[in-house]
C-alpha cells in the first residue's frame, strides 16, 4: 500500500515516519519544518531501512534522532530517487540474488584454481551461492533493514522467495555433483 515518508525537525530535533496522509500528519505532529517527503509503495520498508542507517543517532524510548548537517543532507538525498538505499522489499531479494552471484563467481574461481575440477567447482559454487538465499529465508533481510522496525508478515514474501530461491540453487549443486 501506497504513502508517504517524510523527514521533520522539531527544534534540533528530527523525525523519520510514514503516514498515508501527509497534511494530516504534519498537522498532527506540528513540527517546525518539514524538511522532505515521498510517495512511495512501500512506506514501511523505506522508513526501516533510513531508521536502521541512522540507528546511533536515535534517541532511546522516542522517535526522534540526533542528526548532524550533513547527515540531514545525507537523508534528503535518500528521499530522492537517486538516493542509494533500495525503496522496497524487492529491491533486498535483488541485492540478495547480486550476492549469489558475487559468491557463485567467486566460487568457481577458487574451486577450479584448487583444482576440484569443472563440475565438482560448478556444484560447490552453487552451494556456496545459496548461502545469501538461505540468510534471507531465516531473517527475512539480507541487511537493509531491522526487521523488528516492519509489520509482521510485510517480510513473508521476502521469506519464500529466499527459500524457493535457496532450494533451487541447492538442487542444482545436488544434481551436478552427482551427474559428475
Do not use: W
Amino acid at each position: 500500500m501506497s504513502g508517504y515518508v517524510y523527514l521533520i525537525r522539531v527544534g534540533d530535533l528530527y523525525r523519520i515516519g510514514k503516514t498515508d496522509n501527509l497534511e494530516k500528519k504534519i498537522k498532527k505532529l506540528k513540527p517546525d519544518e518539514l524538511l522532505t517527503s515521498i510517495m512511495t509503495k512501500e512506506p514501511e520498508t523505506l522508513e526501516a531501512r533510513l531508521l536502521r542507517k541512522y540507528k546511533s543517532q536515535r534517541i532511546p524510548e522516542t522517535g526522534y534522532l540526533k542528526l548532524s548537517k550533513r547527515q540531514i543532507r545525507e537523508c534528503k538525498k535518500q528521499f530522492e530517487l537517486k538516493g542509494s538505499l533500495p525503496h522496497t522489499l524487492d529491491a533486498e531479494v535483488s541485492i540478495t540474488l547480486f550476492a549469489s552471484f558475487l559468491l557463485f563467481s567467486l566460487g568457481s574461481f577458487i574451486f577450479n584454481y584448487l583444482n576440484f575440477g569443472f563440475v565438482r567447482s560448478i556444484s560447490y559454487s552453487f552451494g556456496m551461492a545459496s548461502l545469501p538465499m538461505v540468510i534471507l529465508f531465516i531473517t527475512g533481510s539480507f541487511g537493509g533493514y531491522f526487521s523488528e522496525d516492519l509489520s509482521l508478515f510485510s517480510l513473508l514474501t521476502n521469506r519464500i522467495k529466499g527459500l524457493f530461491i535457496a532450494i533451487a540453487m541447492l538442487s542444482m549443486a545436488y544434481l551436478i555433483f552427482n551427474l559428475g
